[in-house]
Nanobody, 123 residues
Framework: QVQLIESGGGLVQAGNSLRLSCAVS????????MGWFRQAPGKERAFVAA????????YYADSVKGRFTISRDGAENTVYLQMNSLKPEDTAVYYC????????????????WGQGTQVTVSS
């Protein structure tokens, strides 16, 4: 059974940091690209970052470039999103997702999703 379980969300003040984790089970980590998306109230789900199955290629949304870092740990079957210099506009539910081999910023191309973790940034 495939499961993606996010953790690490919370309430922080602007300028602070959080690290999100996404633990993957079900033998889908090794050859799967991983992505992070977010959805703010009243808005569509938006791409945040993605990493290839090998970890060699990484892609960020312009809105988070230079502040967020995506990484993956094959030994732990976990993907991380380090979020620094957080802003109130980063407030959203953050989701991790996986798809076979190649990453994309199109959420419709991902096969598996986690349940989401809430990130709230106060001003």
């Amino acid at each position: 059974q495939v499961q993606l379980i996010e953790s690490g969300g919370g309430l922080v003040q602007a300028g602070n940091s959080l690290r999100l984790s996404c633990a993957v089970s079900g033998n889908i980590f090794r050859n799967y690209a991983m992505g992070w998306f977010r959805q703010a109230p009243g808005k569509e789900r938006a791409f945040v970052a993605a990493i290839s199955w090998s970890g060699d290629n990484i892609y960020y949304a312009d809105s988070v470039k230079g502040r967020f870092t995506i990484s993956r740990d094959g030994a732990e079957n976990t993907v991380y999103l380090q979020m620094n210099s957080l802003k109130p506009e980063d407030t959203a539910v953050y989701y991790c997702a996986s798809r076979y081999l190649y990453y994309t910023d199109d959420s419709r191309q991902y096969d598996y999703w986690g349940q989401g973790t809430q990130v709230t940034v106060s001003s």
